[in-house]
């Protein structure tokens, strides 16, 4: 008689892709994955969201156990489609809240497949062609940015935090040779504006540096690092003895776009580095997570604008160019395919000038024995991960192939332009004003004001001059209540799902200035939806109480 286990092992197997061909498992397969989506779309109404907000119950998830039989595949189908509940449609035309892009089903389906055959990207021997697409992808994204392929070379990480990281190491190794065997010895200092992301504290601390061995430099109205101030910190660390890890030069800020001048970056590097003779030459690393993706314009012909984009929008993509051309010129560079490259996430990678400077990060071979005796491509020996997924690979492999570069072009190009029609349409009214209006990006940042205000002097006096306090305090509320007016209006189904930015920026007195936020990622957005915004916003003022 077959012992008990044996029957319950049979159900089990139903729920595993067979792996021999059998056709009729494998439609039961694709059958289970239909059922899954269609229970998503049971979930899609009006509002840009799926189903209806559900206020997570933290309590009872600290209470969850494991279930002591298993279930069939439909069971816990329907259990994880339970957890989709309340989640934004990213890729909705009404979603315009924040820099997370709608995957492509493209790239949904390279995740697929990579997830089925799990690959693992330490070795070769266990991803095979996958290890291939990674060094593709390294190419590809070289020749994008302008890296001579035959000396670069590009790895996949946790995240667009992963790629500074890499960058960092491998700067502070420059600077501080055998801190990978024997820890860090020396006073040695991380710079980055204002506006760069805020993985640079973690960095900083997570490398050992410490987080007060962070250096902040002051940005200009522009959101770009303000390279006086830069200098003049980098001579104050290297006169005192310090040494530089690296210097981060952001390519496109999470929330504005703010594009730093990574060619007097580059020059000033060069310039310190020769006058003090030092021994090394401080790592530059670009994070243009967000920005590398413009680099697909860097030969487009702005004059006769093949695309027929409007010249607005063609002004904006040569202003982006103007910086993001230089990407080149930095020694390492962070790319998040899970931003500008509409891909799930994490798919992020870190792109070097010289492959060599990976040596710095090699282990002695003898501390890995088991893993890595044959195959050629080995990133193990010198990753931070042991394990890597062949997922975002995938799916990042899969948008470049699908769109190239004509198909970001036009992606990107439709985004800039609905950005710049919304600023055109804010602006068209004397009540609501851009705060970002010379930016570049895909992102407004606009504020609202009470009728009868006058906008054209009012921002200048709430930004320099401390009389204004009150006001600007009071606008800031203003804009607060104008803010969950829309959202209450998106939920309802009426509108558009925005943002609310509490620091746009800070005044010279050193208060927030507040204002509303609109992310533009879904190529659905038309301009329909871009009259809705400012439609609504017109509403919003009608009916809420300047005081509140
Ligand atoms: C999002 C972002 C990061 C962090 O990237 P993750 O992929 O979220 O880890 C770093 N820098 C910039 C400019 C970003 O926008």
Known sequence: MPSPYRDLLDKIRLAFPR???????????????????????????????????????????????????????????AELVGYLQGMPIHGHPRFQE??????????????????????????????????????????????????????????????GTGTTLYGVKIGLEKACPKTMSEGIREPVYLFASEAAHYCKYNIASWLGLGANRFVSIPCDQANEIDLTFLEHR?????????KIAAIIATMGSTDAFGLDNLEGIVALRDRLAAEYKLPYRPHVHADAVIGWAWSVFNDYNIDANPLGFRRRTVRAIAGACRRLRHLHLADSIGIDYHKTGFVPYVSSQILLKNREDLDLLSRDPEQMPYLYHFGAYKPGMFTLETSRSGTGIMAALANLRLLGQEGLQVMLGHLVEMAQLLREYLEGY??????????????????????????????????????????????NE???????????????????????????RLTSYG????????????PFVDEEHIQTVVDKVREAQAKVPVDG
């Open 430 to 475: 004397a009540t609501t004003t851009v705060l970002n209006r010379d930016n570049v990006g895909t992102v407004t940042i606009f504020r609202v004001y009470p009728p009868n205000v006058d906008t054209f002097t009012i921002k200048q006096q709430e930004f320099g001059d401390p009389a204004y306090r009150d006001l600007l305090h009071k606008h």
């Open 511 to 522: 208060e927030p200035i507040v204002g509303l936020k609109s992310f533009i990622l879904s």
């Open 234 to 242: 980098l001579r104050e660390v290297i006169e005192q003895g310090g």
């Open 98 to 159: 924040n820099v997370i892009p709608p995957p492509s089903i493209a790239s949904l389906i390279g995740i697929l497949l990579s997830a089925l055959y799990n690959p693992n990207l330490c070795w070769d021997a266990h991803s095979r062609l996958i290890a291939l697409a990674e060094v593709e992808i390294a190419s590809i994204a070289a020749r994008l940015v302008g890296y001579d392929p035959a000396q670069s070379a590009g790895l996949f990480t946790f995240g």
């Open 478 to 504: 203003y804009n607060r209540r104008i803010s969950a007016y829309l959202h209450d209006e998106a939920m309802a189904g009426r509108g558009v799902l925005l943002s609310l930015t509490d620091c746009y």
């Open 19 to 77: 792996p021999v061909s059998d056709k009729v498992h494998d439609s039961y397969f694709v059958h289970s994955i239909l059922r899954a989506l269609d229970r998503v779309d049971d979930l899609k109404t009006e509002v840009p969201l799926l189903g209806k907000p559900v206020e997570p119950d933290y309590d009872a998830a600290r209470k969850a156990s494991l279930r002591t039989k298993a279930v069939s595949i439909e069971e816990v189908t």
